[in-house]
């Protein structure tokens, strides 16, 4: 699997701008004004899809008090799709990495939401 590693310091657009965009192909599952989930194109489990704010925050530092309504729609998307997709009562894990630590490879920041088996605990 081609890991993605994109310069976090730069305001350059990333592969998430290209599929808000459509100008690359994604399995687009949730789309409002301001997120699109769309399916994780190397999936850690049964469902895992990541949700976007359709404007780019490098990472989760670059969020400020002006995020916050977008970073909690986030949250409610995910939500929202796991309780659609028969998932909320089994439960499911929602993450979001940061930089190099978290393992951020994409530097548009997005919500993994994954289910569909027991995850573990403390993760990698
Ligand atoms: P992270 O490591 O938290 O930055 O997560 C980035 C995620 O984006 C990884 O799980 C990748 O598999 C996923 N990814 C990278 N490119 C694409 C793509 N074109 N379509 C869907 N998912 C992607």
């Not at 190397?42 to 970073?71: C, M, S, Y």
Request: hydrophobic share 40%; net charge negative; charged share 25%.
């Amino acid at each position: 699997m081609t890991h993605y590693r994109e310069n976090h310091m730069s305001n350059d657009d990333t592969i998430f701008g290209k599929i808000i965009r459509r100008e690359i192909p994604a399995d687009i599952v949730y789309e409002d004004e301001q997120v699109l989930g769309f399916r994780d194109i190397d999936p850690k489990a049964p469902t895992h899809v990541l949700f976007i704010p359709k404007i780019r925050i490098a990472t989760l530092n670059e969020a400020g008090a002006e995020h916050a309504d977008l970073l909690g729609r986030l949250m409610l998307a995910a939500a929202g799709f796991a309780r659609a997709q028969g998932l909320a009562e089994d439960g499911y894990r929602v993450v979001m990495n940061c930089n190099e630590n978290g393992g951020q490879t994409v530097f548009h920041i997005h919500l993994h939401l994954l289910a569909g088996r027991q995850m573990t605990w403390p993760p990698g």
